[in-house]
């Protein structure tokens, strides 16, 4: 799983809120992941986005514009169709 954290060069303390709540989720679930925090205005035109902080799982954009509290990224992860199938393989 890759997980990105989009910011604006120019405002890069934004962006350490939502790299402290995915990092605590993805210890709530016990779940490795790589995440990466880019700080390029260009990185945020290409996928669309205009507000910051952005956070992007797999590629896909899940929030823009606030931080994100750690049970919304818990709830991102979990509805992941790999991680699902993950959890049934287990259980």
Partial sequence: MRIDILCKPDHPESCQGTVKNVRKALDQLGVQAEVHQFNDTRKMIDNRIYVEPALLIDDQVR????????????????????YLREVAAVA
Avoid at 63 to 82: C, D, H, Q, W, Y
Wanted: glycine share 4%.
């Fill in 63 to 82: 929030i823009a514009g606030r931080i994100p509290e750690v049970e919304e990224i818990v709830n991102f992860i979990a509805e992941r169709p790999r």
